[in-house]
């Protein structure tokens, strides 16, 4: 809206970034990921749109293409964005090694307890599992990610494996408790799902 | 097409099935049920309709609303058929109890790795996860059953629970393997996964 010069040189390329939207910087990068995440989190990977998510953060839909490329890639950060609490798990990590599993479970529920995490969440699994791009946005690059920073910091032979076995349980209970919600997993306390599992991943990620 | 009465009174409800379609008896309420799986597994719980499933099975739609009744009890049948070998899980059940874990791992596994019987179970899981009305029969229908049954033959406390925990990772597992292929779980040896998994499901289904 200011501060763009009047006869700056435009190309007239597709998709190139309105001087206005160009112009306000890391804001609208931070607005484009917000909504894109929304977006995502409320459509589905299916009808969001890049327009869509340009209209929502108030920009040009240049500028979403400006800063990310393709909706794949939108996804990929949005994704990145929603999983950044579980990127910096050294914190649970970090602990005394006998009360990891216990911390990673009460970690991830408490995750999945907050409806501004859950719904996000909610939203990059159900993509995943019915679209083979956010599928592989899952798969390639946050899982792995995710798998190998658990895996750096365990002990273990077949770490990764062993990473993967602990997350796939928990992705288990999110999807029975959450998305499809049966009982009695849907209505148990948190602290009575993480007395029972907590064994479960300490022997997947604290024992040789 | 043989045997139906020419003079048989005719009400003239929409949705009756046609004499000819009628007459073809368990037959074609078998067809159906295979059709409506096939469709199910192909199109998805959205896509799929009953004069589709009617024409892949070569009978008259009415004669579908007739055996099953709506969409959701077709699908809700199609899920009882996929899931019949679950649903004798007594002979997993039955053999010693120390083994148990082991046992219901490799079973589960070897249902998954039947390209025959994972696609409808993909099918199904990517339906309820995508629409309610197919998360309500899974949950009220199919999970509710199984869970009881499990919980019937065992001899822990809060065996419905523990049941839910189990199958909770078993679905984990399926979801990373089969549906996200995320590594190294979905290269991993079935048998390396049944090592790794065996001890967490007895844990929950043997231990008082």
Redesign the interface.
Known sequence: MTGASPDAPAPRRRGRPSRRAASEGPDARTRILAAARTEFAER?YDKTSIRGIARAAGVDAALVHHYFGTKDEVFAAAVEVTFEPALVVHTVLGGPPEGLGERLARFFLSVWEDPATRSPLLAI??S???HEAA?KV??EFV??RL?ERIAAELDVP?A???A??A???????A???Y???????AS?DPE??VA??A??LQ??LGER
Chains 1, 2 share one sequence.
């Open positions: 589905g699994l159900r995943a599992l019915t599928a899952l798969r899982l792995r798998l077949d990764t494996f062993r993967e076995l997350a796939s349980h928990m992705i288990g209970i999807t029975l408790r998305m499809i919600r049966a009982e009695p997993l148990a009575e799902i029972m599992v064994p479960a022997r997947y």
